[in-house]
């Protein structure tokens, strides 16, 4: 599978974005798909991931509140909505997916995930 970030953008602290992730290729609704960030001068780190079904959701605790992810099987398509941003939050945003069967762990490390989107750059003035 391939994806293709977009959405990212420059907003003030306080404001709302919204990131899209879409897939090409068969089998969407077969895998977990997360979304990592890289601020600078940082490691890699976990935001959301969401599996196959739903309703099996994970969020950071740093974000916890303050994003949703979601997506749509048939668009192929996983967004992450971001609100209340904060100058912390400026990153390059990386999706990411995985295949799993539906009894698996939601994965929430990024070593455990096979394809990786080309990250969209968030910045968050104060």
């Known amino acids: 599978v391939q994806l293709q970030a977009s959405g990212g953008g420059l907003v003030q602290a306080g404001g709302s974005l919204g990131l899209s992730c879409a897939a090409s290729?068969?089998?969407?609704?077969?895998?977990?798909m997360g979304w990592f960030r890289q601020g600078p001068g940082k490691e890699r780190e976990f935001v959301a991931a969401?599996?196959?079904?739903?309703?099996?959701?994970y969020y950071a605790d740093s974000v916890k509140g303050r994003i949703t992810i979601s997506r749509d099987n048939a668009a192929k398509t996983v967004y992450l909505q971001m609100s209340s941003l904060k100058p912390v939050d400026t990153a390059v945003y990386y999706c990411?997916?995985?295949?799993?069967?539906?009894?698996?762990?939601?994965?929430?490390?990024?070593?455990?995930?096979?394809?990786w989107g080309q990250g969209t750059l968030v910045t968050v003035s104060s």
């Open positions: 290729g068969h089998s969407f609704s077969r895998y977990a």
């Open positions: 969401i599996h196959r079904s739903p309703s099996s959701i």
């Open positions: 990411a997916a995985k295949s799993v069967i539906l009894t698996a762990s939601l994965p929430i490390s990024e070593e455990l995930y096979n394809y």
